[in-house]
T-cell receptor
Framework: GESVGLHLPTLSVQEGDNSIINCAYS??????FIWYKQESGKGPQFIIDIRSNMDKRQGQRVTVLLNKTVKHLSLQIAATQPGDSAVYFCAENPGYSTLTFGKGTMLLVSP | KAGVTQTPRYLIKTRGQQVTLSCSPISGHRSVSWYQQTPGQGLQFLFE???????NKGNFPGRFSGRQFSNSRSEMNVSTLELGDSALYLC????????????FGPGTRLLVL
């Protein structure tokens, strides 16, 4: 499949481990944040979102943490599986339907 | 409910040509956004349409344009193609309002020779 990015930060984990992917955002006015997963050859897939009035939100095996003081987001994936291998992007919504994306982190999960 | 669809999936053009890409949003979604993805620059916002009007525009030259039809389907056009326009072009749709989740299509892979 096509590469979605070169020279991306890479996180390598073993199957079953917990993964933490970090992201710094830039606009203090952003009030909505999203994590996307992109597999090779595919478009970004929505994982989880969080609004600025929250600091934590949980989904199925995923948790997003928001620290507005330092403009930092993290995505925690519990019991990481080989199917979780992909590039993960954080995105912030500074207004209307515009999204500003981070550079992405490649997650590699070894069996 | 069907997802966002984009056509064509792959395209090869030569410098100086123009290209039109098409996007059909999720049924009921009225906002369509376009993004360019390259290895060097990542995902960059091109423009967003709502009710046939361009509501937001990113920092791209005027060679990049788009439109939206009354059924919310959208097209983007790139004129006078340059080698650097080679990229994955992604379309995303959302219901309408600010702060709505955007759902992406599979993209159109454009190669300019």
């Amino acid at each position: 499949g096509e590469s979605v990015g070169l020279h991306l930060p890479t996180l390598s984990v073993q199957e079953g481990d917990n993964s933490i992917i970090n992201c710094a955002y830039s606009n203090s006015a952003s009030d909505y944040f999203i994590w996307y997963k992109q597999e090779s050859g595919k478009g970004p897939q929505f994982i989880i979102d969080i609004r600025s009035n929250m600091d934590k939100r949980q989904g199925q095996r995923v948790t997003v943490l928001l620290n507005k003081t330092v403009k930092h987001l993290s995505l925690q994936i519990a019991a990481t599986q080989p199917g979780d291998s992909a590039v993960y992007f954080c995105a912030e919504n500074p207004g209307y339907s515009t999204l500003t994306f981070g550079k992405g982190t490649m997650l590699l999960v070894s069996p | 409910k069907a997802g966002v669809t984009q056509t064509p999936r792959y395209l090869i053009k030569t410098r100086g040509q123009q290209v039109t890409l098409s996007c059909s949003p999720i049924s009921g979604h009225r906002s369509v956004s376009w993004y360019q993805q390259t290895p060097g620059q990542g995902l960059q916002f091109l423009f967003e349409y709502f009710s046939e009007t361009q509501r937001n525009k990113g920092n791209f030259p005027g060679r990049f344009s788009g439109r939206q039809f009354s059924n919310s389907r959208s097209e983007m056009n790139v004129s006078t193609l340059e080698l650097g326009d080679s990229a994955l072009y992604l379309c995303a749709s959302s219901l309408a309002a600010q702060g709505e989740t955007q759902y992406f299509g599979p993209g159109t892979r454009l190669l300019v020779l």
